[in-house]
């Protein structure tokens, strides 16, 4: 039986979408008229979108789905308030000094770090080289560090904020969202979970990395990036199945739906309409 998906790929209401986002608003430390919009709203949807309809075609539950699509519209929370010139100046220097830039790597080229504590090792390190381009170790600069490294700490603090306007939004927020949202950054998090749930972690990683991979902004802003391909993007997915991340049932239907063509205006608006004919036909063959 062939599936039938939602045309805007929401199985949530558009209202719905439009309060979470405005959680991504952050109102600036300093100056204290200033509102940091939210960095991450399209990213975000656009991934959202991707990730239930893949669920949809794994056949969970329609009740399922609209709770994970709530969770992945909200699974950048703990980067709310990011700081794109500072941020973008961190995690640059960063990756061209090959600075680990996510807990398990840093754990794995670190391993005496106490756990839960990357962020203050982080700035224990590097805050003299930082300080030689210019950046002090303030508690905003931290926080630019722990939106990366300490993104387990920063997310819980930012969605126990919310919880009590989820509720009144008819929005329960339950513990096997959170270890979706986590899984990337920690996989030790999934450790024990129902495979359903683990799974729903897996289709998060495969389609946030699609939508990073192809983001045209981000890849500018702070992947340090001048191109996006999607040979490149499929490469690492293919990467994390070998790592185990991944399973290959997620990663094979992620292919059939982009392949069916069910991705291509998501893709596309995170190219900034910028998808050649033979990117195109690669999709159709991916």
């Known amino acids: 039986m062939k599936l039938i998906f939602p045309d805007s790929l929401l199985w949530v209401s558009q209202s ?25 709203k399209e990213h975000v949807t656009r991934t959202a ?17 609209c709770e994970y699509q709530i969770t992945c519209l909200l699974h950048d929370l ?11 100046k961190i995690w640059s220097w960063a990756k061209n000094n090959n600075v680990p830039t996510r807990p398990l790597e840093w754990r794995q080229k670190f391993p ?6 990357e962020t203050e ?16 170790n303030t508690e905003w600069a931290k926080e630019q560090v722990e939106m990366r490294l300490g993104y ?11 919880k009590p306007e989820l509720k009144k939004r008819g929005i329960e927020w339950l513990d096997w969202m959170g270890k979706v949202i986590l899984y990337y950054y920690y996989p030790e998090k999934m450790d024990n979970a129902q495979n359903w749930v683990k799974k ?27 191109d996006e391909s999607f040979l490149e993007a499929f490469n690492y997915l293919d990467s994390l ?19 069916d063509g069910l991705f291509d205006d998501i893709l596309k608006d995170a190219r900034d309409g910028n998808i050649s004919k033979e990117e195109f036909n690669y999709l159709r063959k991916i």
Not at 121 to 136: K, N, P, R, T, V
Not at 206 to 224: F, K, P, T, V, W
């Open 16 to 40: 719905t979408v439009e309060s979470l986002l405005k959680y991504y608003d952050y109102p600036h430390p300093i100056k204290s008229a200033k509102i940091i919009l939210g960095y991450d």
């Open 241 to 259: 199945v070998d790592e185990g991340r991944i399973s290959k049932s997620v990663l094979l239907a992620v292919r059939k739906l982009i392949a």
């Open 200 to 226: 729903l972690g897996e289709i998060l990683i495969a389609c946030e990395q699609l939508e990073a991979y192809s983001n045209r902004i981000r890849g500018g802003d702070y992947y340090n990036r001048c």
């Open 112 to 117: 005496n770090t106490t756990y839960g504590k």
């Open 121 to 136: 090792a982080f700035w224990d390190m590097y805050s003299s080289e930082l300080y030689e381009i210019g950046i002090e």
């Open 78 to 88: 703990g980067r709310a308030g990011l700081d794109q010139a500072l941020f973008g």
């Open 49 to 65: 979108k991707m990730c239930a309809a893949v669920a949809k075609s794994l056949n969970y539950s329609e009740k399922i789905i």
């Open 152 to 162: 387990a700490r920063r997310f819980n603090r930012e969605i126990e904020k919310i």
